[in-house]
Nanobody, 125 residues
Framework: QVQLVESGGGLVQAGGSLRLSCTPS????????MAWFRQAPGKEREFVAH????????YYADSVKGRFAASRDGAKNTVYLQMSSLKPEDTAVYYC??????????????????WGQGTQVTVSS
C-alpha cells in the first residue's frame, strides 16, 4: 500500500505562483511514476502532469505546458508541481496519483493505483 499526502494549495492572484507537494509513504520501493490531475467545479477530472520516478522525465497537458513544472526530490521522497503564471481557469482541486508498475498511457487516470486527498487551488482575477 502507498499513501499520498498532498500540501501547498491556496489562494493566489492571477499571474502568481504556487508549489504543490506530494509525499508518498508505505510501499514506495517499486514506484514507477506519479502524476497530477485536477478537477474544476462542474468539470471532469483532467490530466495535468506526469513524472517518472526513476529519471524525473515529465510530461504535461498542453494547457499548462510552459507554466507548470513537475520535479522530484529524492532525498525528501517528494514530488512537486511548481505552478507559475496562474490563471483563473487553473482553479481546481489538484490530486496527486501514483502507479507502481510500467505503463505508457500516463494521462489515463484509471490506470493509477493510489490517490492523494486533493488540495484546493484558487486563482482570483
Amino acid at each position: 500500500q502507498v499513501q499520498l499526502v498532498e500540501s501547498g494549495g491556496g489562494l493566489v492572484q492571477a499571474g502568481g505562483s504556487l508549489r504543490l507537494s506530494c509525499t508518498p509513504s508505505g510501499r514506495t520501493f517499486d514506484m514507477y511514476a506519479m502524476a497530477w490531475f485536477r478537477q474544476a467545479p462542474g468539470k471532469e477530472r483532467e490530466f495535468v502532469a506526469h513524472i517518472r520516478w526513476s529519471d524525473s522525465i515529465a510530461y504535461y497537458a498542453d494547457s499548462v505546458k510552459g507554466r507548470f513544472a513537475a520535479s522530484r526530490d529524492g532525498a525528501k521522497n517528494t514530488v512537486y508541481l511548481q505552478m507559475s503564471s496562474l490563471k483563473p481557469e487553473d482553479t481546481a482541486v489538484y490530486y496527486c496519483a501514483a502507479r507502481t508498475s510500467y505503463f505508457s498511457r500516463y494521462t489515463a487516470q484509471n490506470l493509477y493505483d493510489y490517490w492523494g486527498q486533493g488540495t484546493q487551488v484558487t486563482v482570483s482575477s
